[in-house]
Structure formats: C-alpha cells, structure tokens
C-alpha cells in the first residue's frame, strides 16, 4: 500500500491527477479544489488503495476520534463524489460498502517524480485561509445561493426543479454555542431561493438528522432539499452545501468553500463563483443584492438577536432579543432589518409580557418609521408590523392594506401571512382566512405557529379531517400555547374525544397558570345537559375568583347554552386592544352566539359591518359571505 510520503507526491486516479502538497485535483483543464476534510478523506482511501476503510477509521483519522454520527461522514464522501464527477450510481471511484465503510474502486497510481518539481511554472501553493466566525455564513450563504436564479431558469438541473425545501444548515463544529450563529444564515439563503420563477421554496426549521433527503422531501413535500453543513474549527470555518433530488436522492449539486475574514467580500464573489459554475458551467455570476450590516460586531449582534426572538416564548428571550437588536442598530444604524425586528417585539409586547398597549404601539412605529428612513428596503416588510398593530386597534381596512404590502413584497415572512389569516378570521372571512393560513404553510411547513393557524382555519370551517392532520403536525412541532392547545381541546370534544379534549384542557392551563378544576365539568357538560348547571357554577366560581380569562370564559359559557353570559364577555372586545382573538366568534360551536340579537349591533360598535361593507359582504344565517371569496 501507498505511505503517506509517496501519496503527497501525487498520484493519478482513473482521469484525475490528485496534487496533495497543492490541494488540486486536475483533470484535464478542469482543476477542483476540495476543502481539507474532503482531500483529508480522498488520502485515507487512497492510502488503503482499494481496501476497504471503516467508519471509525475515518472518525479516528479526520475528526480526532470524537463521537459523530453517520451524516457527517455520508455528506463528506458526497463532497468528494461530487468533486470527481462520481455522482451518478453506479458509483466509478468511491464504493459503499453497507454498514462497513468505503473503498476507492480505481487504482492508485503513483507519480515519480514529484509532480510539483515538474510544473515549475505553476503557482505557489497558499496556505489555507482563516475564516473570522460563524457569523458571514449569513451573507456568503445569500450570496451564494443567489445565482440559483440563473441555475433553474437557464440549466437542464434546474428545469426539472419544481420545489426546493431549505433546511437550517447543521452545526457539525461540536460547540453548541455556535447554533446562533449557523442557523442566522438561512434567512438570506431563502431570500435568494425566492426570486426563482415558478419554483416553490418551502423553509423548514429542523436539520432532521435521522432522515434521509428524500423523507425531508416527503415531510416538506418538495422535490428537493438544500443541505449543508457549518464547521467552526477556531477562526476556521468550512461551509459546505447540496442540492438533493427526492425520488432517486441524486445530488443536483454540491460544493464546499473556505474563507478569509480579511478578504470578505471578495470571498463572497468566490462562493457565488464556485456554485455558479457548479451549476451551469460557467462562472458567470448574478448576483442578487441584500441588505446586510456594515460590520461583522453588527452581524453578530443581529443574528445572535433573531435567534433568540425566534424562541420569545422561553425565559428572558424576547428581552435579550430587544437588547441585542438595539445593539445592532447602534453598531450600524443604516440596517434596517434589525429595526424591523426591534418593532415587531415591541408590538408584542403586550401578549407576552402585559405591557401597555398604548406605550408598546407608539414605540415600535417609531421605531419602524426610523427604519424605513435608514433602509428603504424594509417599507413593504414593515406592512407586517403596521397590519399587526391596526388589527389590535380594530382598524380593519388599515390592517388589511398594510398585510397586503407586506405578504405582496419580494421577500416574505410567514408572519405576515399567519397575521393576516388572524385578521381575516376575526371579521368572519374564514374561507380567505385559510387561505393566507395556507400560503405561511407553503413558505414554512414545518413552524408549530404556522401548523396551529392552518389547524385552526381547517377546525373554523369544520373540516374534521385536516384539522385533525395539521393537529397532530403542529404536535409534532412543539405547538403550545393557550390559543393553540384550547382550540385542539374544542375541536376533540367536538369530534367526541372526550377524554383526550380534558388531558389536552388541562396542559393549556397548567401552561397559563389557571387552575384546571373546570374543565371536566364543562367538558363534560358540553354532551351531558344534567351536568350543565354544575358545569356553569364551576365557571361562575372560576370567573369570580379572577382565574379565567375572556378568551376561556367566552368559550365555556356559549357551548355551556349561556348565550346571555356568553354576550356580556363578548362586548369586552369594545375595550383597547385584543382582550381575546376574535376568530372564535366564527367558529362553529358559536353559532348560538351570533344569532343573539345583540351579535350584529357589537359588530356595528366594532368596525366590522363597515368593513363588511367595503367588500361586498353580507351577514347572512350568522354567517359571513363575501365575494371576493
């Protein structure tokens, strides 16, 4: 067998020339440069030349012997495979052997003499290069996947490409700390994915590292996956990526870059290069401009901020997220994005924390009409805000324009559209409610939020059967929430699943802090008219001792029969703000409610007959018929 002596002389594999000592694999005139893992990998089969190679070989000799799984392996031997042009099975150069390992399939054949004495001509070898922190994977990422446009429209992969799921790249560096940082990135990577004509791009929010690409496809329901992995190694860091077909898992394309902090942006325009011409062949860049802080602190700050908005629900999150977004705003005040972000926080202020409404609306316009001054790019985005903040003012034409720029601009969030849905329910549009709550669920299948809206929706109209299905996904999600978990409690009890409705009830208020000796009398009363009246004093009981809210207490007297009760709670809405989300005065179980006589003179003191009357609508058998739905 070759040493590793003869092997960094060079050697030929079956049509390519391996140049360790350069990092070069030639062939030709085509040269492929390898990230060291890769070549690292390439050397350890050749040095078996032909025999097999375990997995803990490979674990012991690249990565030091720590505890990996098997995806980080598979990922670099379909790095290398792709480097040689071996992507198609059957395999030519790099074998699997199920369970076992690999092995090389062509023959090693050395080079004598050295081939770097000969070419005297060649450029000096380079050192490798130091790349700063996890945190440009954000915009080389963008950057680089911004020439897609170019690779779907104009190459034979690409015109095959009818959906493309995006998942976070993975943290393979083993620190737990960078997660922030590698999963900031994906944010300009989606935005460049969304410029491809007539592609879908669906976001998801987990790496799924037990399943293979083609069930990522199934769960996404795309026809192929954007993989990659993010590996820190002290100011080192190594990004790789692959496009994945779902039905036969062939790669469409993959590549893997090393950077320098020093050279950033030209290092940019090496990444989108590199996937360019991977893609179609040539190295022709278009590329797709994004907004983005003038400095690394700034980057830093923002996407350790948005890591911690996205988990608000837990702890002091929401906080730190306002702290470091005011962070990023003093480090480069001309980004817009964290403008954004800082307002959209404290519009919810409210619903997380109890602040004033008031207070907590006037600060974050403020705050958005800065943003705006500083970045323009952000005014449709901010339509998102302003719709939120219209809604809970129940100024329902305003939040409707508002949510119409926002969900109608060139980059899109899902909240945009699940607000809007919100919006749409609370003025009895439940058809066009579903429907915006669909179109979060095509750009983020995999957010809890986004598959309890689409439950909901599907609960609302009384489609038994997908709400059950967009339930269990949002189960499978970590769904929580007291709206949540109360809406999947009503639609079980509604499908007489009784028992599962009061162990669902229970968590929701264990989860709010209310005390759960109510649920199964009114649970029960809801099939059982004998046990109605202990039921309703069980309420009573609760509702004086201040421990049910509105939300709650609307719901258990109107399926309760206290019709009268249940309208006096409803009138609450006339007060500021969202004392609870009006959709449920849609739901079916409410129908009781709506014919009271009272039901269309609140509609009236709320703004909502005039909305109607904007668009055509009509309040017809206690319902709403609109048609532009």
Aim: net charge negative; hydrophobic share 40%.
């Amino acid at each position: 067998m070759p040493t590793k002596e003869e092997l960094d002389k060079g050697f030929k594999l079956g049509d390519w020339e391996v140049l360790p000592s350069r990092g070069v694999l030639r062939s030709g005139g085509l040269e492929e440069r390898p990230e060291p893992l890769v070549f690292g990998l390439l050397l350890e089969l050749a040095s078996r030349d032909g025999d097999l190679v375990s997995k803990e070989d490979l674990i012991e000799a690249l990565w030091g012997g720590r505890p990996i799984g098997d995806e980080p392996i598979a990922r670099a031997v379909s790095q290398l495979r792709g480097h040689l042009g071996d992507r198609s099975k059957p395999h030519r150069y790099v074998e699997t052997l199920q369970k076992r390992g690999y092995r090389l399939q062509e023959k090693v054949v050395l080079n004598e003499p050295d081939p770097i004495a000969v070419d005297s001509d060649s450029e000096p070898a380079r050192p490798p290069s130091r790349v700063f922190r996890s945190i440009v994977v954000l915009a080389l990422i963008g950057l680089t996947v911004a020439v897609i446009y170019d690779y779907v429209s104009r190459s034979s992969v690409g015109s095959n490409v009818q959906s493309i799921g995006v998942l976070p790249f993975a943290n393979v560096s083993g620190n737990p700390n960078n997660q922030y940082l590698v999963e900031g990135f994906k944010t300009d990577l989606v935005k460049a994915l969304q410029r491809i004509p007539d592609v879908v791009i669906k976001t998801g929010r987990e790496t799924y590292p037990s399943k293979s690409a083609a069930e990522i496809a199934g769960v996404l329901d795309v026809d192929s996956v954007l993989l990659g992995t993010v590996n820190r190694n002290g100011d080192e860091l190594n990004v790789s990526y692959e496009l994945v077909d779902r039905d036969d898992s062939m790669l469409r394309i993959s590549g893997s870059l090393t950077g320098d902090i020093e050279d950033l942006f030209a290092f940019q325009e090496e990444v989108a290069n590199a996937v360019h011409k991977d893609i179609v062949g040539t190295a022709e860049q278009h590329l797709v401009s994004a907004s983005r802080p003038s400095n690394f602190e700034a980057y830093d700050s923002y996407l350790e901020g948005a890591y911690a908005f996205d988990r608000r629900g837990n702890d002091d999150n929401l906080e730190d997220a306002m702290r470091l977004f005011e962070a990023t705003i003093l480090l480069d005040p001309n980004f817009g994005p964290a403008y954004l972000q800082l307002a959209t926080a404290y519009a919810l202020l409210p619903a997380y924390r109890g602040a004033s409404i008031e207070d907590s609306d006037r600060r974050a316009v403020s705050i958005v009409e800065r943003g705006i001054a500083a970045d323009s790019s952000i005014r449709d985005a901010a339509g998102a805000v302003f719709g939120y903040i219209y809604h809970r003012q129940k100024e329902w034409a305003k939040a409707e324009l508002a949510f119409q720029r926002a969900t109608n601009a060139v980059v899109v969030d899902s909240n945009a559209f699940n607000w809007y849905s919100r919006m749409l329910a609370s003025v009895g549009r439940l058809d066009a409610a579903l429907e915006q709550a669909l179109r979060a669920f095509k750009l983020d299948p995999d957010s809890a939020v986004v598959n309890s809206r689409v439950a909901l929706s599907y609960s609302w109209l009384g489609d038994a059967e997908n709400a059950n299905e967009y339930f269990e996904r949002a189960r499978r999600f970590g769904a929580e929430g007291t709206t949540h978990l109360m809406g999947w409690a009503l639609f079980l009890g509604g499908e007489g699943d009784v028992e599962k409705s009061k162990e669902i009830a229970k968590i929701a208020a264990d989860q709010a802090g209310l005390p759960p000796e109510w649920i199964d009398p009114v649970i029960s009363g809801m099939f059982d008219a004998e046990m109605t009246a202990a039921a309703l004093q069980a309420v009573n009981d609760t509702v004086d001792a201040g421990q049910m809210p509105p939300q709650i207490e609307v719901v258990a007297r109107t399926v309760l029969g206290d019709i009268d009760g249940a309208m006096q709670v409803a009138n609450m809405l006339q007060q500021p703000g969202e004392v609870f989300e009006m959709d449920l005065l849609w739901i079916p179980e409410f129908m009781p409610l709506r014919q009271h006589p009272d039901f269309l003179k609140l509609m009236e003191r709320l703004g909502i007959v005039e909305y109607w009357g904007l668009h055509a609508c009509e309040f017809q058998d206690a319902a709403v018929s609109c048609l532009e739905d």
